[in-house]
T-cell receptor, first 114, second 115 residues
Framework: GENVEQHPSTLSVQEGDSAVIKCTYSDSASNYFPWYKQELGKRPQLIIDIRSNVGEKKDQRIAVTLNKTAKHFSLHITETQPEDSAVYFCAASMAGSTLGRLYFGRGTQLTVWP | DSGVTQTPKHLITATGQRVTLRCSPRSGDLSVYWYQQSLDQGLQFLIQYYNGEERAKGNILERFSAQQFPDLHSELNLSSLELGDSALYFC??????????????FGPGTRLTVL
């Protein structure tokens, strides 16, 4: 099955700086890559996703890039704010298959210091 | 609010007991996924249902079982509970598994504490 690796496990940045979280996947058939943000004790919330026919996608301060050849994708957060502090999970799946389950990375604890 | 509902929010029980967690997917979503999240752990996939049928199994223990009913709500049954089963249990739903739009939306979770 698919294996998703996520780095780093913890990340501390100063408010206003950028944060980058990286993930790799193993199955070249994966073609859908979402990112979830989870605050303490809350549900994971989908913040952005990318499909394999696109190399980059932006939504305000958040962007995701995908390199299909190298099988890695990254989350970029610019102008970080204290409310960005949370655990971020990357995931991979095969849209178009009959399963669609998400394979999650182990998460990155992001802390933004004011 | 994702539109996915889960009950109860909290559950406290004793070892050896059995509990049932309930999930209602978003309106129109046919697929339900169950995940377990222990303290400081990631999201462990347990099982997936699509339109009433089991589609995929992950790291689900034999003491655990699930089903999806004709109205598409799902229940996760946990039996012979052990201390290590204490965790947050999330359900997520999507329109069609593996469809062109594969977004999964999570419910608020049920926090299970086994004493």
């Amino acid at each position: 099955g698919e294996n998703v690796e996520q780095h780093p496990s913890t990340l501390s940045v100063q408010e206003g700086d950028s944060a980058v979280i990286k993930c790799t996947y193993s199955d070249s058939a994966s073609n859908y890559f979402p990112w979830y943000k989870q605050e303490l004790g809350k549900r994971p919330q989908l913040i952005i996703d990318i499909r394999s026919n696109v190399g980059e996608k932006k939504d305000q301060r958040i962007a995701v890039t995908l390199n299909k050849t190298a099988k890695h994708f990254s989350l970029h957060i610019t102008e970080t704010q204290p409310e960005d502090s949370a655990v971020y999970f990357c995931a991979a799946s095969m849209a178009g298959s009959t399963l669609g389950r998400l394979y999650f990375g182990r998460g990155t604890q992001l802390t933004v210091w004011p | 609010d994702s539109g996915v509902t889960q009950t109860p929010k909290h559950l406290i029980t004793a070892t050896g007991q059995r509990v049932t967690l309930r999930c209602s997917p978003r309106s129109g979503d046919l697929s339900v996924y169950w995940y377990q999240q222990s303290l400081d752990q990631g999201l462990q996939f347990l099982i997936q249902y699509y339109n009433g049928e089991e589609r995929a199994k992950g790291n689900i223990l034999e003491r655990f079982s699930a089903q999806q009913f004709p109205d598409l709500h799902s229940e996760l049954n946990l039996s012979s509970l052990e201390l290590g089963d204490s965790a947050l249990y999330f359900c997520a739903s999507s329109v069609v598994p593996g469809g062109p739009y594969n977004e999964q939306f999570f419910g608020p979770g049920t926090r299970l504490t086994v004493l």
